[in-house]
């Protein structure tokens, strides 16, 4: 198996299937995986391409494109969230999937790696096309979702009244109430409480771990955090309530910093009034491009793929780097910064809290019972840091690189298992 057979065929090209190619290839030299069911892990089960036409609200049809990947059902079914973004394309939907089947593996979730999107500014859209287009989209992939098929959630782009309008429709579709058949739906609907705060109370668990390991009080500690959306600024308030000083942020609109730490109240009450977080009078705007270069203890890169790259790998001045986003860091960065004394907590690992919680929901839908609050953050805590120390612990053991650890636990379930069902017929 190598990067340019992994490329063939619909995937192209793409910069962030490539990612993940290369990081299964890391995998594969420092693991034995039978070369088999690596070839099988190295392209998605199911890659659905779909046409989703909608009636604009100027009363033209717009045709939009829609995708989805369920790279692995061998573990239970394809989970993965569903996001909206000019961006989009196959083999960055492609590359989620993969990583979100590794990261279900490093949690122990009865789940396969799916991804989903539609090229689409959502910005741009109204309410009602938003609706349309979430519902005609949930009706071209009725033949191939399902509870026990393919769970979607909210990720860049898409919200709660997303996953509502994609379990309504497949209600309608079915004849009954099925909350199961998505996670990240609002509580009235059989949402989970908590599951919104999830990825970014997970990346706090695992930042918080990685400064006791390596010996820095939080009271102490300054953070900078790229991307102030639903997991940035959970991760910076919860950052913020241990102690940690938030030094700078960042959105799709701009940057701004202020070292003696930023009023994240005052923020979120500016940016409640509709005004844009480069505008905040508490800090100084800054370049977007000096956000991640900005000196401080723990970086939370927790936007889009691909943001620390052999460009700015070294310029990184902080002790953490705490993976939020999917994917923020290429290879060529990883080996620039294997020489350096940033403690990494990978992205398959650290924003791992998201599918948990999504996991609890859908049990929570299954059985009709329950959990509270202190529930789902006591389990979410236990689970996140008892895979953090198997990832730090293979880490220290083979001597590599905590991605590379990390991925590996996903891999090697995942592989297992694949060995143990074999291959029909």
Not at 186 to 196: L, S
Not at 286 to 304: R, Y
């Amino acid at each position: 198996m190598d990067a340019q057979t992994a490329s063939h065929g619909l995937f192209g090209e793409s910069p962030t299937f490539q990612m993940a190619i290369r990081q299964l290839q890391a995998v594969a030299e420092v693991v034995e995986i039978d070369q088999n069911i690596l070839e099988r892990l190295a392209q998605p089960k199911r890659s659905i391409i779909v046409s989703v036409p909608i009636r604009m609200d100027a009363g033209h049809t717009h045709t939009f494109v829609g995708y989805r990947v369920q790279h692995s059902l061998t573990s239970g079914p394809a989970k993965g969230g569903l996001r909206y973004h000019p961006s989009v394309d196959l083999g960055e939907v492609a590359a989620l999937a993969m990583w979100m089947s590794w990261k279900c593996g490093i949690m122990n979730l009865p789940f396969g790696g799916g991804k989903g999107g539609i090229a689409c500014d959502p910005e741009k859209l109204s309410m009602g096309e938003k609706e349309r287009l979430t519902r005609r989209f949930t009706e071209e992939l009725l033949p191939v979702i399902g509870p026990r098929m393919d769970v979607m959630a909210p990720d860049l782009g898409t919200d709660e009244q997303t996953m509502a309008w994609i379990m309504d429709t497949y209600s309608m579709s079915v004849g009954y109430a099925c909350p199961e058949i998505v996670t990240g739906k609002p509580v009235e609907i059989g949402g989970c409480v908590g599951r919104r705060e999830a990825t970014g109370r997970g990346v706090v668990y695992c930042v918080m771990q990685a400064l006791k390991e390596i010996g820095i009080d939080p009271a102490g500690a300054t953070a900078v955090v790229q991307g102030y959306g639903n997991v940035g600024s959970i991760a910076a308030h919860e950052l913020s309530l241990r102690g940690v000083k938030i030094v700078a942020l960042g959105d799709r609109y701009g940057a701004i910093r202020n070292l003696k730490g930023i009023d994240l109240v005052a923020l979120n009450k500016h940016m409640a009034e509709g005004k844009l977080l480069k505008a905040f009078g508490g800090a100084e705007a800054i370049d977007p491009e000096d956000l991640l270069t900005t000196p401080c203890t723990i970086l939370v890169p927790a936007a889009l793929e691909r943001q620390i790259t052999e460009k700015n790998a070294a310029k990184l001045k902080c002790r953490v780097l705490a993976e939020g986003a999917n994917g923020p860091t290429t290879p060529d960065a990883d080996e620039i910064l294997a020489s350096s004394d940033i403690f990494v907590i990978p992205d398959v690992l650290c924003n791992a809290g998201g599918v948990t919680v999504s996991y609890f929901e859908w049990v929570q839908d299954i059985q009709q019972l329950w959990w509270n609050d202190a529930q789902v953050n006591q389990r979410l805590e236990e689970l996140m840091l008892k895979s953090f120390a198997q990832v730090r612990s293979l880490s220290q053991q083979r001597k590599v690189g905590m991605r590379t650890a990390a991925i590996s636990l996903g891999v090697l379930k995942v592989a297992r298992e694949k060995a143990r069902r074999g291959l029909y017929p």
